[in-house]
């Protein structure tokens, strides 16, 4: 055996020792990877009582103390909708899509009304932006994550450690990676050099950043798989940017969107008015332009909505028939209660135009089960509208705020 044989001998066994290596290495790197995922540093509250837990600076809190947020599954939990059940329903009932509008139903699944003042001032107190919500810091301003759509209120915040200044040029491409997990969206702020927190935009420069995950919508609150989904591709994202993220506890999370998704689903209320032909069907083409006339706009899907002069809408209107169809003799408005704001008394508005129409189209506004609504019991449901209101006032989501459009769309 020469030398050259040697030397090529050598040089395949350095090769396939360096292949080894380089494989054994990126196994060890993503089993690390998925333990920093799923691992937690503290014991299972679920399996230990009195057992003690760190607090937000990292030191052991008793598991008994005043200040803890535990899950616990008894009967009180449903108790903000046990009394919600049991207040007085509205004159007429609510009613909720996809359902025939025209009647009044409360929102939650026990059948409630529009009321329930004790049990919003109960969700109020619980839905406390800086004392309960997980990865709320001191020194972030609510009103000023709001506005740039990262809430502490409603949005679980995952600060982002980053070493000296991020330039949003280059961290833009990886933090839009991720921008929802299941149907709950995700958004980002930094704080910029200004002192001011705003989303991440091209030519900024942040000190520190915040990832947000909403903890609710209208349909669901962020579950499990969700959140194992958010710190996992957050995570992912982190190590591309050279950030590193606080991920709180996720038994404290699921608490806490349980909480406000139970708030969304007792004030998920929309009402509804009807009209009636009091004589022959309606000519589609001949309604159309009754409706246009009467401001409403006309949708790709054959609905019509009243904008409230902003670029929103007031309340929408449906025929009832399928977009084919030549006649129609029943119209329903509906008003999408916490999407509108007091101010423009999206209610008031919306019987307005339905008594305009009673006159121009020689129809009668009735409930679901074509009984008249009387002048008496359209001021009784406004009455309990404003009540509503002030629910949704003392519970810090006023309705058609910023936090309601995003919990309520």
Same mark, same amino acid.
């Given at each position: ?12 066994? +350095? ?74 329903? !509205? ?139 958010? +710190?996992?591709? !957050? ?41 009636? %032909? ?39 209107? %449906? ?11 029943? !119209?329903?408005?509906?008003?999408? +209660? ?27 506004? +009735? ?39 995003? !919990?309520?769309?």
């Amino acid at each position: 055996m020469n030398d050259l044989q040697m030397s090529l001998i050598a040089a395949g066994g +350095v090769f396939v020792v360096g292949i080894i290596s380089y494989n054994k290495w990126q196994e060890y790197k993503a089993r690390k990877s998925v333990e920093r995922a799923f691992a937690s540093d503290h014991d299972d509250v679920l399996m230990k009582s009195g057992a003690a837990r760190p607090d937000a600076a990292g030191a052991p809190v008793d598991a008994d103390s005043p200040g803890r947020h535990e899950p616990v599954l008894d009967a009180n939990i449903d108790a903000p909708f046990a009394e919600l059940a049991g207040s007085d329903a !509205l004159a007429e009932p609510v009613m909720r899509e996809p359902a025939p509008a025209g009647v009044a139903e409360g929102a939650a699944a026990s059948g409630g009304g529009i009321g329930g003042a004790a049990a919003s001032a109960a969700m109020a107190a619980s839905l406390d932006p800086l004392a309960s919500l997980p990865g709320a810091k001191a020194d972030t301003p609510p009103a000023q994550l709001a506005e740039n759509l990262v809430d502490p209120l409603i949005d679980c915040l995952i600060p982002l450690n980053v070493e000296g200044a991020a330039r949003g040029d280059k961290i833009l491409p990886a933090l839009l990676k991720l921008r929802r997990v299941g149907n709950k969206p995700v958004h980002f702020v930094g704080l910029a050099v200004n002192g001011d927190w705003e989303p991440i935009v091209h030519g900024g420069v942040y000190t520190r950043l915040q990832a947000g995950v909403q903890l609710a919508t209208r349909n669901t609150a962020l579950n499990e798989l969700e959140y194992s989904e958010m +710190v996992t591709r !957050l995570r992912a994202v982190a190590d591309e940017i050279g950030a590193e993220p606080e991920v709180p506890d996720m038994i404290e999370v699921m608490s806490e969107a349980k909480n406000l998704h139970r708030f969304v689903a007792g004030h998920d209320a929309q009402l509804g008015v009807n009209l009636a %032909s009091k004589g022959a069907p309606w000519a589609m083409s001949t309604l159309i332009g009754a409706l246009e006339n009467q401001g409403f706009d006309v949708r790709p899907d054959g609905r019509f909505a009243m904008p409230d002069g902003e670029g929103g809408v007031l309340f929408t209107l %449906s025929t009832n028939v399928n977009l084919g169809a030549d006649t129609t003799s029943r !119209l329903t408005l509906l008003l999408d +209660v916490p999407c509108v704001t007091p101010a423009r008394d999206g209610f008031g508005k919306m019987v307005t135009c339905a008594k305009s129409l009673e006159l121009r189209l020689e129809a009668a506004i +009735v409930d679901d089960f074509d009984q008249p609504l009387s002048d008496e019991a359209l001021s009784e449901i406004a009455g309990q509208v404003g009540e509503f209101y002030q629910e949704m006032e003392a519970a810090d989501i006023p309705a058609g705020s910023t936090r309601a459009l995003r !919990l309520f769309s």
